[in-house]
């Protein structure tokens, strides 16, 4: 499935957004580290498809400024309102990871949690990366995410080995490179079966290095054979 990532800084601008995205695109990653004054029963409730509830810490990319507590209990509520999923870093306390797992399931496990890892300086050896999706799995995660940079085109094949390994095992996982040299990944990963492939809205709006549109996506995909579709 493509997920379009959405780093609004206002709740208008997030609506507005979401309307467009949810039309092209089959889920959508909300970006709350950047939003100002936002609104989550609004937000959520104004979901037309797959909604992913993100808060990302500065360490990983994101734009969060306030307090660890701050930033999960966010993601709590979140949950509670019933967003589909919500993404924690796995460098997150694991505390404060248990404490998210458990405000799920007092909801009724409606929501599933989404651990995820990011390395922006590359892409380390292979047993590195199953130690991360061990690690990732054993604090709960409904999904794995898996996300490195490449500095080679090698990197991508690396990545994606994560995916069949996770899925023989039962474990839902999302794995890709960002980068130039990752966008490959990103266009193959959903035909090994990948949960999500992100992708932004139009050109300008990435969240990520290496992000492609919706629109070149599916293009891709159809390249592919793929279809844009989850497979």
Known sequence: MICVSLLAKNRRDALRSMERAFSIADAVELRMDRMKAADLPVLIGARRGILIVTNRRKEEGGFFRGSERDRVNLLKAAAALGADFVDIEASTARALIGELAEAVKVEGGVTQIMVSSHDFSGTP??????????????????????????????????????????????????????????????????????TFSYASLRKGTEAAPGQLTVSEMREALRLFGGGGAEV
Do not use: W
């Open 125 to 194: 050896p292979l047993k590195t990366l199953l130690d991360r999706l061990d690690s990732c799995r054993s604090l709960g995660a409904h999904v794995v995410k898996i996300v490195t940079y490449a500095n080679t085109i090698e990197d991508n094949l690396r990545v994606l080995q994560l995916i069949p390994r996770a899925l023989g095992e039962g474990q839902r996982i999302v794995a890709f490179c960002m980068g130039p040299k990752g966008r490959m990944s990103r266009i193959v990963a959903p035909l090994f079966g990948s």
